[in-house]
């Protein structure tokens, strides 16, 4: 299993995101005035960052699974590869995320707030860069030799 202090950026960063969408989503349905704008542009930047962490989650675990034995519950749900406290806070990141989004969207529906359940790729793939980089996986066993047709 790999070191949970290892990769403490990715999740320090799952966290000031969920920190992020929770503050201004909050504000802007307590004052929706002058607090719709920020909260509109903390929800989009979230999601075009986790697309970005996502795309690049996926690139990694390809490149490593050519040594190791990746698999896509191992990088994106974290099962197997990842130390429970990374997990936990990855994923409770991810769940604060949805619940923000979904409890405030709701309470002002057909605004901008909406925009928020875009935001939970943040949580998404932030989760599947560390379980590419840092996840920890076995060496991939050699294929066997494959055995040639005769020809007749």
């Known amino acids: ?26 504000a802007a349905d307590l004052a929706p005035h002058p607090f719709d704008v920020p909260a509109l542009v903390v929800a989009l930047l979230m999601f075009v960052g986790g697309t970005v962490a996502f795309v690049w989650a996926y690139v990694v675990a ?26 936990l806070r990855l994923f409770g990141s991810l769940a604060a995320e949805v619940v923000t989004a979904l409890a405030t969207a709701s309470v002002r529906l057909y605004s901008t707030l909406s925009f928020g359940v875009l935001a939970v790729m943040w949580g998404l793939g932030l989760a599947g860069a560390w379980g590419a980089r840092y996840g920890a996986f076995p060496p991939r066993r050699p294929e066997p030799p494959r055995r040639r047709r005769k020809s007749d």
């Open 62 to 87: 390809i490149g490593r699974s050519r040594t190791d034995e990746v698999t896509l519950l191992g990088v994106f749900g974290l099962v197997d590869s990842t130390p429970g406290p990374v997990k």
């Open 1 to 26: 299993m790999a070191d949970p202090a290892i990769g403490r950026g990715i999740v320090l960063a799952s966290l000031a995101g969920t920190v992020a969408l929770l503050v201004t989503a909050v």
